[in-house]
């Protein structure tokens, strides 16, 4: 059976973020839902690109979910993080130690300001990376870092590195390679 993850989106995302991840996962067979937490399905990126959502986020808290990603930009990452909904089936999914990955501001943003990085390791857009220490959180360089249940990276340019990663995660090393190879990455 094919693994669910599940994409917040919201007016403000950083599109090369979350379009790169999306279209990498799929390409893997993996069960992509992308869900908006604005009013309706299309929101507008961080850099005027819109995308329509496959759903409204309230039409995902009954689900179970195998990944929750959170991409960033802003103010996308701070939409996602007022979210009730969107906030509500992270720390549901962090509680039960399923796997949540987060890149550029939403690290910080979404996971560090829920309490959801408390004693781990974690990277983020360089502007947030020295914030996660001031939430009990050690920053690090590294352009993906995994600490138990948790997936971060840094920005728009490892969206590809960390969609991989996560590839690796859900999917295993042959899946992650044959997707690259088709990628030419």
Not at 2 to 18: C, Q, S
Not at 41 to 70: F, Q
Request: proline letters at 4%; aromatic letters at 4%.
């Amino acid at each position: 059976m094919n693994k669910k993850v599940l994409i917040g989106i919201a007016d403000g995302t950083e599109e090369l973020e979350a379009v790169t991840i999306i279209d990498v996962l799929r390409r893997a067979e993996v069960d992509v839902t992308v869900a908006s937490v604005a009013p309706g399905h299309e929101v507008e990126c961080s850099r005027g690109v819109r995308l329509v959502a496959d759903k409204l986020i309230g039409e995902c808290v009954a689900e179970d979910w195998d990944a929750i990603m959170v991409p960033g930009g802003m103010p996308g990452a701070q939409n996602l993080s007022d979210n009730e909904a969107f906030v509500s089936l992270l720390k549901q999914q962090h509680s039960s130690g399923k796997l949540i990955a987060a890149i550029c501001a939403a690290p910080y943003v979404v996971l560090a300001c829920h309490g959801l990085l408390e004693g781990k390791s974690a990277t983020a857009y360089p502007g947030f990376r020295e914030d996660l220490t001031t939430v009990g959180v050690m920053p690090s360089d590294e352009v993906v870092v995994i600490d138990g249940n948790i997936m971060t990276s840094q920005g728009p340019g490892s969206a590809m590195q960390f969609a991989l990663a996560l590839v690796t995660k859900l999917c295993g090393e042959e899946v992650s390679h044959q997707v690259a190879d088709g990628l030419l990455v």
